[in-house]
């Protein structure tokens, strides 16, 4: 039986990989939906490619055109559309959406009892907390999309998570890792987007060169694991051979190796416990010869220190912290601000915040507005 995906974010980096993925497996994956942004052109592409009768995209404008384009397909659109497609008729959702936007659409899944692979780790640093509360009420789990997520998820396979000792979640320090915070003043947008290791979309890149991705990280590993922050550590690799590890009781320590390739977790996620051939050449570790870690510094990157920090708190904070940071980076993206300035943006956020509780899809709401609306009067100010 063939797995059927509906897949979110198909036009972005995640979303190309798991096509990619998909169309080397015809005879175990089948696309059945699927919703892009702006990019129309890759939702015309994907038609080319597949006889879809429906999918989604952002703008109204673009739904109708595209609806006159295709007469006997279903054209959604919006936060609605990506909401109708998520609860539609599938097995998997590849939830590849960038931000805050992910939220709704996966929480939308699994009320509707579906599986859900998940790209979209803001997902988890908002709103971890009614996520699991949902997914224990339907009697669902989520598979990790992300590279460390993936290898921990691998690594957990056959072992007892009471025999865990601590997450170690590898990280590459981005593409300034080499530069001290004075020289940060002066970056540019295109030296933050070239990336030493990984080919990824802009803001996670951005995200990853002030290691707030990092932080991310810890936050969605805690709830994807149910493990707690004290038990989570972070390690700089800057080889990123070595995609994260599981130390267990006995000292032993797992580890997930191989090439920086999303197509791997993207695949496993939608395999597992399966494993399938991947077009890949293997890992050559004597040619990659050797392999550093060290501790990360946390005056050197403070945003990885604030997301354990806000985790910790729990409530309102890791939200407010989000919505920030997507106004931020995406202010830096639009040469708006500086890069150091979106550190103290998401710092400032954090520490402002009033505390609130995070009992409901409306505190959720209430949380990402007053980050966002915090963090677009601070770039206001700097205009
Ligand atoms: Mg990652």
């Given at each position: 039986?063939?797995?059927?995906?509906?897949?979110?974010?198909?036009?972005?980096?995640?979303g190309?990989?798991?096509?990619?993925?998909?169309?080397q497996?015809?005879?175990?994956?089948?696309?059945?939906?699927?919703?892009?942004?702006?990019?129309?052109?890759?939702?015309?592409?994907?038609?080319?490619?597949?006889d879809?009768?429906?999918?989604?995209?952002?703008?109204?404008?673009?739904?109708?055109?595209?609806?006159?384009?295709?007469?006997?397909?279903?054209?959604?659109?919006?936060?609605?559309?990506?909401?109708?497609?998520?609860?539609?008729?599938?097995?998997v959702?590849?939830?590849?959406?960038?931000?805050?936007?992910?939220?709704?659409?996966?929480?939308?899944?699994?009320?509707?009892?579906?599986?859900?692979?998940l790209?979209?780790?803001?997902?988890?640093?908002?709103?971890?907390?009614?996520?699991?509360?949902?997914?224990?009420?339907?009697?669902?789990?989520?598979?990790?999309?992300?590279s460390?997520?993936?290898a921990?998820?691998?690594?957990?396979?056959?072992?007892?998570?009471?025999?865990?000792?601590?997450?170690?979640?590898?990280a590459?320090?981005?593409?300034?890792?080499?530069?001290?915070?004075?020289?940060?003043?002066?970056v540019t947008?295109?030296?933050?987007?070239?990336?030493?290791?990984?080919?990824?979309?802009?803001?996670?890149?951005?995200?990853?060169?002030?290691?707030?991705?990092?932080?991310?990280?810890?936050t969605?590993?805690?709830?994807?694991?149910?493990?707690?922050?004290?038990?989570?550590?972070?390690l700089?690799?800057?080889?990123?051979?070595?995609?994260?590890?599981?130390?267990?009781?006995?000292?032993?320590?797992?580890?997930?190796?191989?090439?920086?390739?999303m197509?791997?977790?993207?695949?496993?996620?939608?395999?597992?416990?399966?494993?399938?051939?991947?077009?890949?050449?293997?890992?050559?570790?004597?040619?990659?010869?050797?392999?550093h870690?060290?501790?990360?510094?946390?005056?050197?990157?403070?945003?990885?220190?604030?997301?354990?920090?806000?985790?910790?708190?729990?409530?309102n904070?890791?939200?407010?912290?989000?919505?920030a940071?997507?106004?931020a980076?995406?202010?830096?993206?639009?040469?708006?601000?500086?890069?150091?300035?979106?550190?103290?943006?998401?710092?400032?956020?954090?520490?402002?915040?009033?505390?609130e509780?995070?009992?409901?899809?409306?505190?959720?709401?209430?949380?990402?507005?007053?980050?966002?609306g915090?963090a677009?009067?601070?770039?206001r100010?700097?205009?």
């Amino acid at each position: 039986m063939k797995k059927r995906i509906a897949l979110l974010g198909a036009s972005g980096s995640i979303g190309r990989q798991t096509i990619n993925v998909i169309t080397q497996h015809p005879d175990l994956f089948e696309l059945v939906s699927f919703g892009v942004g702006k990019n129309i052109d890759a939702a015309r592409n994907i038609l080319k490619q597949f006889d879809l009768p429906v999918f989604a995209v952002e703008r109204e404008e673009d739904a109708e055109l595209l609806a006159k384009e295709y007469p006997d397909k279903t054209v959604l659109c919006g936060e609605e559309g990506l909401l109708e497609l998520a609860r539609g008729d599938y097995d998997v959702l590849v939830n590849a959406l960038v931000g805050f936007a992910g939220f709704a659409p996966t929480l939308a899944a699994i009320e509707s009892d579906h599986e859900v692979a998940l790209a979209n780790k803001e997902t988890l640093v908002c709103g971890g907390e009614l996520i699991n509360r949902a997914l224990a009420l339907h009697g669902k789990s989520l598979v990790p999309i992300d590279s460390e997520h993936s290898a921990i998820f691998q690594c957990l396979q056959g072992n007892r998570m009471r025999q865990l000792k601590r997450l170690i979640i590898t990280a590459s320090g981005g593409s300034f890792r080499n530069k001290t915070r004075d020289e940060l003043q002066s970056v540019t947008v295109e030296e933050a987007l070239a990336h030493p290791n990984w080919s990824m979309g802009a803001k996670i890149t951005i995200d990853s060169a002030t290691m707030m991705n990092k932080g991310f990280e810890v936050t969605e590993a805690h709830w994807l694991f149910n493990v707690p922050f004290e038990k989570i550590d972070v390690l700089m690799h800057p080889e990123s051979i070595v995609h994260s590890m599981v130390e267990y009781v006995d000292q032993s320590v797992m580890a997930q190796l191989g090439s920086p390739d999303m197509r791997l977790p993207i695949q496993y996620a939608l395999s597992w416990p399966n494993r399938l051939p991947l077009d890949e050449p293997p890992l050559d570790l004597a040619k990659v010869g050797t392999l550093h870690f060290s501790e990360p510094d946390l005056e050197r990157f403070p945003l990885l220190g604030l997301a354990y920090e806000a985790g910790r708190k729990g409530g309102n904070l890791s939200a407010v912290m989000n919505a920030a940071n997507e106004v931020a980076n995406a202010a830096f993206r639009n040469h708006e601000i500086p890069f150091p300035m979106i550190e103290t943006i998401v710092i400032g956020a954090v520490n402002e915040a009033p505390f609130e509780e995070l009992n409901s899809v409306d505190d959720l709401i209430r949380a990402n507005a007053w980050g966002d609306g915090y963090a677009r009067e601070h770039v206001r100010k700097l205009n």
